[in-house]
């Protein structure tokens, strides 16, 4: 047995360094447990054993299921659909194709769940629209990527399926109904700052839709949006477990995609598969990779010495949200959501929700959002990569431009944090008070 704080010295040290090296995170997560299990005479198998049990788990079967329904819609036309009817909805005001990117992005985040699918399926569309009819660059893409951050805490996620089973079995249900409010505030946010900044620029506003347009229209966007109804009903309700609503959510995707809207052939379902197999397999490697990390968090008893070191820092539950708000934030600009998911939330959540007495609902939404923001900063936000690839626009121009939008985003994480009730009404109205 190896002195327990070199080993974690080594686990922690070892995955600092890796990261700096640009090494795969799941290689990362991989290499610092087994060498830290060398170290303290941990046999391999004792690791792989525990790769094994962090993908065997039921609840984790929802994940593939959410992947390929959202990239069923996202290739099957949905996104049009939604940008059309919320034209519909917004597209009238100062500065509308703004506001219609952000209430697409909203229904749209509900459906597939991730910001980057966001970016890539609405960005496409609304990034070059918004170019041409005159809107600056760096905001059609700032208002696109920032937008696209609500489909990490509007129902359904999957990335809190990961948060669920990461603090050991947190409401599934809960959490979905917990990120309604956050989700729905952060859109009205950026409505807002996106009319102030229309105004001030004079972008123009759209043309009104004949209401022979508008219903068929409406229709096939409410045949879309019903996936998320499937989803987040069946959970509620007690119907359907999370998985399986997303395997019902997954057939009816699929039929409304290939039978109804009819815009790609059948054949491209082999491609579809495809695409969301490579997501799925990153997806369970992390998990599996950062079950065997966080045993080792555990075991050398690094979650106790954190709440420790943060405790020492300051007692006031106020300072220590802030710094913990501020840590969050400062690694989500680094490293991808899932992981730090699974690495962070052993580690806050005994100071959080055991000593701080936050509710896990609130402080999964808080992480989630946290690390959403991380999503659209540089220099590891994949959401911003992808929205300056699509406006053809640098890094530092896009987030120079993103500057008044990020300032609403942090507003309402501020209001997430300290206001349990934006997170906790909802779960408590539908579904009683509890965890």
Same mark, same amino acid.
């Given at each position: 047995?190896?002195?327990?704080?070199?080993? #974690?010295?080594?686990?922690?040290?070892?995955?600092?360094? $890796?990261?700096?090296?640009?090494?795969?995170?799941?290689?990362?997560?991989?290499?610092? #447990?087994?060498?830290?299990?060398?170290?303290? =005479?941990?046999?391999?198998?004792?690791?792989?054993?525990?790769?094994?049990?962090?993908?065997?788990?039921?609840?984790?079967?929802?994940?593939?299921?959410?992947?390929?329904?959202?990239?069923?819609?996202?290739?099957?036309?949905?996104?049009?659909?939604?940008?059309?009817?919320?034209? !519909? $909805? *917004?597209?009238?005001?100062?500065?509308?194709?703004?506001?219609?990117?952000?209430?697409?992005?909203?229904?749209?985040?509900?459906?597939?769940?991730?910001?980057?699918?966001?970016? #890539? #399926?609405?960005?496409?569309?609304?990034?070059?629209?918004?170019?041409?009819?005159?809107?600056?660059?760096?905001?059609?893409?700032?208002?696109?990527?920032?937008?696209?951050?609500?489909?990490?805490?509007?129902?359904?996620?999957? =990335?809190?399926?990961?948060?669920?089973?990461?603090?050991?079995?947190?409401?599934?249900?809960?959490?979905?109904l917990g990120g309604f409010i956050p989700g729905v505030l952060l859109g009205i946010s950026l409505m807002i700052i996106s009319f102030i900044i229309a105004t001030k620029r004079n972008y123009p506003k759209e043309e009104r839709y004949s209401l022979k347009e508008?219903?068929?229209?409406?229709?096939?966007?409410? @045949?879309?949006?019903?996936?998320?109804?499937?989803? *987040?009903?069946?959970?509620?309700?007690?119907?359907?477990?999370?998985?399986?609503?997303?395997?019902?959510?997954?057939?009816?995707?699929?039929?409304?995609?290939f039978f109804v809207y009819r815009e790609i052939p059948l054949k491209r379902f082999i491609g579809i598969l495809y695409s969301s197999l490579k997501t799925l397999a990153m997806v369970m490697s992390l998990i599996a990779a950062a079950s065997a990390f966080g045993w080792l968090?555990?075991?050398?008893?690094?979650?106790?010495?954190?709440?420790?070191?943060?405790?020492?820092?300051?007692? =006031?539950?106020? /300072?220590?949200? $802030?710094?913990?708000?501020?840590?969050?934030?400062?690694?989500?600009?680094?490293?991808?959501?899932?992981?730090?998911?699974?690495?962070?939330?052993?580690?806050?959540?005994?100071?959080?929700?055991?000593?701080?007495?936050?509710?896990?609902?609130?402080?999964?939404?808080?992480?989630?959002?946290?690390?959403? !923001?991380?999503?659209?900063?540089?220099?590891?936000?994949?959401?911003?990569?992808?929205?300056?690839?699509?406006?053809?626009?640098?890094?530092?121009?896009?987030?120079?431009?993103?500057?008044?939008?990020?300032?609403?985003?942090?507003? /309402?994480? @501020?209001?997430?944090?300290?206001?349990?009730?934006?997170?906790?009404?909802?779960?408590?109205?539908?579904?009683?008070?509890?965890?």
């Open positions: 047995m190896g002195n327990l704080h070199l080993a #974690s010295s080594i686990l922690i040290g070892l995955f600092a360094v $890796l990261l700096i090296l640009r090494v795969p995170i799941t290689f990362t997560l991989a290499i610092s #447990s087994i060498v830290t299990a060398f170290y303290l =005479n941990i046999p391999l198998l004792a690791i792989v054993q525990r790769m094994v049990q962090g993908v065997n788990s039921f609840s984790l079967l929802a994940i593939p299921f959410f992947i390929l329904a959202g990239e069923i819609m996202s290739q099957g036309g949905i996104s049009r659909r939604l940008i059309e009817f919320s034209n !519909i $909805l *917004i597209g009238r005001v100062r500065g509308g194709l703004a506001q219609v990117n952000v209430l697409a992005s909203m229904f749209f985040g509900g459906i597939s769940g991730s910001a980057v699918a966001d970016v #890539s #399926s609405i960005g496409t569309i609304m990034i070059p629209m918004m170019k041409k009819k005159g809107y600056d660059a760096d905001f059609a893409v700032g208002i696109t990527v920032t937008s696209a951050c609500q489909g990490v805490i509007i129902p359904p996620s999957h =990335n809190m399926i990961i948060y669920a089973m990461a603090a050991g079995g947190v409401s599934v249900g809960r959490l979905f508008s219903l068929q229209i409406t229709k096939d966007a409410i @045949l879309g949006l019903f996936t998320a109804v499937i989803i *987040i009903g069946g959970v509620i309700s007690g119907i359907f477990t999370a998985t399986e609503s997303a395997a019902i959510a997954c057939l009816y995707s699929f039929i409304i995609t968090l555990a075991y050398l008893k690094i979650p106790a010495a954190a709440t420790s070191a943060l405790l020492t820092i300051s007692e =006031n539950r106020v /300072v220590l949200l $802030l710094l913990i708000n501020i840590l969050l934030i400062g690694l989500g600009t680094i490293m991808d959501m899932a992981p730090l998911i699974l690495i962070t939330t052993p580690i806050l959540y005994p100071v959080v929700v055991t000593t701080l007495g936050m509710s896990p609902i609130q402080f999964g939404v808080m992480l989630i959002l946290n690390l959403g !923001i991380g999503l659209t900063t540089p220099p590891v936000g994949s959401a911003l990569f992808v929205g300056c690839a699509i406006g053809k626009i640098s890094i530092e121009k896009a987030t120079k431009g993103m500057l008044p939008l990020y300032t609403m985003m942090i507003i /309402v994480l @501020l209001m997430v944090t300290f206001i349990p009730d934006l997170v906790m009404f909802i779960p408590n109205l539908v579904m009683g008070k509890g965890i």
